[in-house]
């Protein structure tokens, strides 16, 4: 199975830098899936590491050590639509699907 | 435009009552899946279809049940056995197994009278 630990919560100040950290504990891993979601809508995809190292996606980064069983995702430049909650999600061994931690709730304040 | 769609947006249920929610796809995706989401909780895997004609249970499947008859459509049916039913319910869709995106509808919220 797979245990997914994240943050229940964090704030931050418009302008700054956030770092969201997922921990996770799989008997299979085939890859980590980050997902933004705004309150009462669906989850959109940001970004997807399955490799160590750092992905860049505009304001938006991820990183993953798979022999730590460690991710984060990176978000600069914080704006107010940034307020949101942040998934974390770990792909299993044959790919089918995905198990989801309980979600960062990023409260960014003016 | 390509995408999910999930309907009703809203959803209520009397006790003792099976009703169906409704996820389409038209993006040509082999992969469907249900989640639910609870407050505080994160997605939970109800059931998933990999192939037409074909599904598992995921980790709550209980009083659910689902069909895969076309490769477009993939209802999900909450049961009277499902005692908790009020919840938010996600559809997603991938092109399939492997390193496909999981890319979500945007929800049905069901509740209970």
């Known amino acids: 199975g797979q245990n997914i630990d994240q943050p229940t919560e964090m704030t931050a100040t418009e302008g700054a830098i956030v770092q969201i950290n997922c921990t996770y504990q799989?008997?299979?891993?085939?890859?980590l899936f980050w997902y933004q979601q705004h309150a009462g809508e669906a989850p959109t995809f940001l970004s997807y590491?399955?490799?160590?190292g750092l992905e860049e996606k505009g304001r938006f980064s991820s990183f993953l050590s798979r022999s730590k069983g460690y991710s984060y995702l990176l978000l600069k430049e914080l704006q107010m639509k940034d307020s949101a909650s942040y998934l974390c999600?770990?792909?299993?061994?044959?790919?089918?699907?995905?198990?989801f931690g309980k979600g960062t709730m990023l409260l960014v304040s003016p | 435009d390509g995408g999910i769609t999930q309907s009703p947006k809203y959803l209520f249920r009397k006790e003792g009552q099976n009703v169906t929610l409704s996820c389409e796809q038209n993006?040509?995706?082999?992969?469907m899946y249900w989640y639910r989401q609870d407050p505080g909780q994160g997605l939970r895997l109800i059931y998933y279809?990999?192939?037409?004609?074909?599904?598992q249970k995921g980790d709550i499947a209980e009083g659910y049940s689902v069909s895969r008859e076309k490769k477009e459509s993939f209802p999900l049916t909450v049961t009277s056995a499902q005692k908790n039913p009020t919840a938010f319910y996600l559809c997603?869709?991938?092109?399939?197994?492997?390193?496909?995106?999981?890319?979500f509808g945007p929800g049905t919220r069901l509740l209970v009278l």
């Open positions: 997603a869709s991938s092109a399939g197994q492997g390193q496909e995106t999981q890319y």
């Open positions: 799989t008997s299979g891993f085939n890859g």
């Open positions: 590491n399955v490799l160590d």
């Open positions: 999600a770990v792909r299993d061994q044959g790919g089918s699907t995905l198990t």
């Open positions: 993006l040509n995706h082999d992969a």
């Open positions: 279809s990999q192939i037409v004609n074909d599904f």
